[in-house]
């Protein structure tokens, strides 16, 4: 018996050394890296030809191991850790653009609605190589944006590099940015709504604007168009609540890390603020993280068509985990995925109608021309006369067929100008037009 013993316990001993082992291994390897660490610490601070304080350089240090993890993770010191607060709260100093680093370079998301930035014609996917003369190479992506921000009514000069054209300059005068995240309007018996951002503004927004647009069009309203174009994203509750309105039951998205069992689901519940009324949604290449998260639970619940082009593809979650003097670091710790089990990182989401942006121009001289009625000698139809009044330009409509109609709202100038605005409303006209027809 004892033999046994003293057999068993030797073999537990081979067991657990050679881990026991491989952990003191790993214990040494960082402890290695660490020493590795102060020493190019205490030689910078010693040799470097300027003075430089122990509080920029953990900072530096920081900064760097944070910010070669991803473009999305990095470290926010005390001002930046507050000018994030404000930003979700929907004011904020600045330019009014949403940015990531690439190759270097601060590339665009997209210029906010009503901004300095929007105003002077940034566009999406354009990269600034200068600011005011000095190039951005070799800064991070914090430092490059407390330097687009500074005083009200105060001038940055931008360099911009956009494809298909030479580098150019563009001066913009710093504002107060205040942003109104979401903005409606009706068009053509169609409810148009724009979300801008997801912040702390965006739910209550939409429920006023669904509101409105069903108090000024009542029975006569034929679906919705939601605009995300250029919409850089913002909070996840946000994108959460906005899907939630659309839809009535099943996932949303949901969210997985490093740790199985720390992965999320997020489902929706019962009620549809557009009570079943068809809807289009609208994306670019501009539609990044939350927009993305709206665009692909309602495609994947066939709630909505989406139109427009391929999105941005930022399907990675970033946590703000507060830390000491008042500062956070911005850490990505999850990937999202479309009810589907789609990720997007990278990929983006894929419009299930493709429409390029376009210019309309109408044609001159584009009047109706000649007709069949007008040809001499023209039979005539069978069921009356050929449709054509004394004055060659038509019957008036019978006595109470006005009556029949939904009232028509004509579309605004900005929607005639905006073709992929203008397909998304013909495409609601033609569901409601079916729909009317299936129902009679």
Do not use: C, W
């Amino acid at each position: 018996m004892r033999k046994f013993q003293i057999t068993a316990l030797a073999a537990a001993l081979l067991i657990v050394l050679p881990t026991v082992s491989i952990a003191q291994e790993d214990r040494s390897d960082t402890y290695r890296q660490l020493k590795l660490f102060s020493d190019v610490f205490e030689r910078v601070r010693a040799d470097y030809v300027e003075e430089v304080t122990d509080e920029q350089l953990i900072e530096y240090a920081i900064q760097g191991m944070l910010s070669t993890l991803d473009p999305h993770s990095s470290y926010l010191n005390a001002d930046s850790f507050g000018d994030m607060r404000v930003q979700t709260k929907g004011e904020f100093g600045g330019l009014g653009i949403e940015v990531t680093m690439e190759n270097g370079f601060v590339k665009v998301v997209s210029p906010i609605d009503d901004t300095p930035a929007h105003r002077a014609g940034v566009q999406p996917g354009d990269f600034i190589t200068h600011l005011d003369g000095e190039p951005i190479l070799g800064l991070t992506l914090n430092e490059a944006v407390d330097k687009m921000r500074g005083p009200v009514n105060t001038d940055l000069e931008l360099t911009i590099r956009r494809e298909g054209s030479e580098p150019f300059d563009l001066t913009i005068t710093r504002d107060i940015i205040r942003i109104r995240s979401v903005r409606s309007r009706v068009e053509d018996n169609v409810g148009y709504i724009r979300i801008t951002t997801f912040n702390q503004q965006t739910t209550p927004g939409l429920k006023t604007a669904i509101e409105e647009i069903k108090a000024e069009l009542g029975s006569d309203l034929q679906g919705y168009v939601i605009d995300l174009r250029n919409n850089p994203g913002g909070l996840l509750d946000q994108a959460i609540d906005v899907s939630d309105a659309f839809i009535n039951q099943g996932e949303i998205v949901s969210t997985r890390g490093r740790i199985v069992d720390d992965s999320q689901r997020f489902n929706a519940k019962d009620g549809d603020m557009a009570e079943g009324l068809p809807m289009v949604v609208l994306i670019n290449g501009g539609s990044a993280s939350a927009s993305e998260i709206v665009a692909g639970a309602l495609q994947d619940h066939r709630r909505a068509i989406i139109m427009g082009t391929r999105s941005f593809g930022k399907g990675s979650v970033q946590t703000i985990i507060p830390l000491g003097l008042d500062g956070a670091m911005r850490l990505t710790t999850a990937r999202y995925f479309t009810p589907s089990g789609r990720s997007i990182q990278a990929l983006g989401i894929d419009p299930d109608i493709v429409v390029e942006p376009a210019t309309i121009e109408t044609e001159e001289n584009n009047g109706p021309g000649r007709r069949e009625a007008d040809l001499r000698g023209a039979l005539g139809n069978p069921n009356g006369d050929n449709g054509l009044d004394e004055s060659g330009l038509g019957e008036e409509a019978p006595e109470g067929a006005e009556g029949d109609q939904p009232e028509v709202h004509a579309l605004s100038e900005a929607a005639e100008q905006d073709y992929q605005l203008a397909r998304a409303i013909d495409l609601l006209r033609g569901l409601a037009l079916y729909n009317q027809r299936v129902v009679n």
